[in-house]
T-cell receptor, first 120, second 110 residues
Framework: EAGVAQSPRYKIIEKRQSVAFWCNPI?????LYWYQQILGQGPKLLIQ????????DSQLPKDRFSAERLKGVDSTLKIQPAKLEDSAVYLC??????????????????FGPGTRLTVT | TQLLEQSPQFLSIQEGENLTVYCNSS?????LQWYRQEPGEGPVLLVT?????EVKKLKRLTFQFGDARKDSSLHITAAQPGDTGLYLC??????????FGAGTRLTVKP
């Protein structure tokens, strides 16, 4: 089974420029997530899609970040314009529900390798 | 927004030693997950615990979910250099609302 694919793996841009990241989730996974991971920190959820609808974008800086998931498969995350503090690894993950014990559903996420963004 | 605190932040040990890392919160979770992340890669799921007091073993790794479902621990027996990495816990509440801790960066020296 192919994993989550992301591109590019690395990107260096100057502040105020624009950048876009692409993610292809595991086939059949309805839920897709974009995370920002700043050096030394855990991943922070930016946006969560269920199929092509947004479930949670409460932590997405909407003045400069945008994301879309057309047709409920691939997704793109865009930053425009970039700031120095946007330097981070941007992780994409996907998940499907699994019936766990005691009739509880668990949501196990599968991550891509990430895109390391450096803003200079 | 629940806050997950992981400790210690950094841990450096010799091969063969045992260690325990902790994940604590004031919030109750429906489930908790542990991931390991290696440099240049995304986190990889190790285990999911869902029941208070649950203990799961994965080879030399033992995971425990607190009785109150607010905390968890990961114990590694006879650590090996291949165990080196960033260990992240993630608490799940509500319907798929998951938040990560900052992680414990483990280095196992040969």
């Amino acid at each position: 089974e192919a994993g989550v694919a992301q591109s590019p793996r690395y990107k260096i841009i100057e502040k105020r420029q624009s950048v876009a990241f692409w993610c292809n989730p595991i086939s059949g996974h309805a839920t897709l997530y974009w995370y920002q991971q700043i050096l030394g920190q855990g991943p922070k959820l930016l946006i969560q899609f269920q199929n092509n609808g947004v479930v949670d974008d409460s932590q997405l800086p909407k003045d400069r970040f945008s994301a879309e998931r057309l047709k409920g498969v691939d997704s793109t995350l865009k930053i425009q314009p970039a700031k120095l503090e946007d330097s981070a690894v941007y992780l994409c993950a996907s998940s499907s529900t699994r019936q766990g014990t005691a009739f509880k559903k668990t949501y196990e996420q599968y991550f891509g390798p990430g895109t390391r963004l450096t803003v200079t | 927004t629940q806050l997950l605190e992981q400790s210690p932040q950094f841990l450096s040990i010799q091969e063969g030693e045992n260690l325990t890392v902790y994940c604590n919160s004031s919030s109750v979770f429906s489930s908790l997950q542990w991931y390991r992340q290696e440099p240049g890669e995304g986190p990889v799921l190790l285990v999911t615990v869902v029941t208070g007091g649950e203990v799961k073993k994965l080879k030399r790794l033992t995971f425990q979910f607190g009785d109150a479902r607010k905390d968890s621990s990961l114990h590694i027996t006879a650590a090996q250099p291949g165990d080196t990495g960033l260990y992240l816990c993630a608490g799940v509440s509500g319907d798929n609302d998951m938040r990560f801790g900052a992680g414990t960066r483990l280095t196992v020296k040969p």
